[in-house]
T-cell receptor
Framework: AQKVTQAQTEISVVEKEDVTLDCVYE???????LFWYKQPPSGELVFLIR??????QNEISGRYSWNFQKSTSSFNFTITASQVVDSAVYFC????????????FGTGTRLQVFP | DAMVIQNPRYQVTQFGKPVTLSCSQT?????MYWYQQKSSQAPKLLFH???????NEADTPDNFQSRRPNTSFCFLDIRSPGLGDAAMYLC?????????????FGPGTRLTVL
């Protein structure tokens, strides 16, 4: 069965600290996709990144970086030098195979960045 | 800008009174989704349309229906809202092609049931 686990319910940091949000997934498929979404207080889910199972390269986008490790079934998200605007709930999600439209979301991690 | 629009942003209805939530998109995506998100929980997929093909999740209550009259619009109908249906309802779109593409979400409609 497919499952996404975000063990950290809530994290609080002070501005400029680095923070890592953990994501562990379970799937039996060899082809799958992983995502991270940000949900600020306004409610809209904002797409951050997509990674397919054949691409284990880590990715950096500005202050954001992602570490994908198939050996540990993890897809962790790091924010460097956090800012107050990073405060949001972050969801990791999984989709299996081609032409499957269902996203399996983790329960989310609420990040609070204090000034 | 191309986007996903949901109206209204806030909706109040009475117990048992039918309500319709609206979603439109300017992205010309062929898949549209409806999610229910209760407080402090992950979004839960209710159903989706691939073009005109309707796909219902097995655990979606019969109380929830959907219509997609054209590519741009999709509606969520709640026939007899109960107190447990109070939630944020999120609409999303994506392109289904040879790849699996990300879903783009609207701002949501927060439903209150009195």
């Amino acid at each position: 069965a497919q499952k996404v686990t975000q063990a950290q319910t809530e994290i609080s940091v002070v501005e400029k600290e680095d923070v890592t949000l953990d994501c562990v997934y379970e799937t039996r498929d060899t082809t799958y996709y992983l995502f991270w979404y940000k949900q600020p207080p306004s409610g809209e889910l904002v797409f951050l990144i997509r990674r397919n199972s054949f691409d284990e390269q880590n990715e950096i986008s500005g202050r954001y970086s992602w570490n994908f490790q198939k050996s540990t079934s993890s897809f962790n998200f790091t924010i460097t030098a956090s800012q107050v605007v990073d405060s949001a709930v972050y969801f990791c999600a999984l989709s299996e195979g081609y032409n499957t439209d269902k996203l399996i979301f983790g329960t989310g991690t609420r990040l609070q960045v204090f000034p | 800008d191309a986007m996903v629009i949901q109206n209204p942003r806030y909706q109040v209805t009475q117990f048992g009174k039918p309500v319709t939530l609206s979603c439109s998109q300017t992205l010309n995506h062929n898949v549209m989704y409806w999610y229910q998100q209760k407080s402090s929980q992950a979004p839960k997929l209710l159903f989706h349309y691939y073009d005109k093909d309707f796909n219902n999740e097995a655990d979606t209550p019969d109380n929830f229906q959907s219509r997609r009259p054209n590519t741009s619009f999709c509606f969520l109908d709640i026939r007899s809202p109960g107190l447990g249906d109070a939630a944020m309802y999120l609409c999303a779109t994506s392109i289904r092609d040879w790849n699996y593409n990300e879903q783009f979400f609207g701002p949501g409609t927060r439903l209150t049931v009195l």
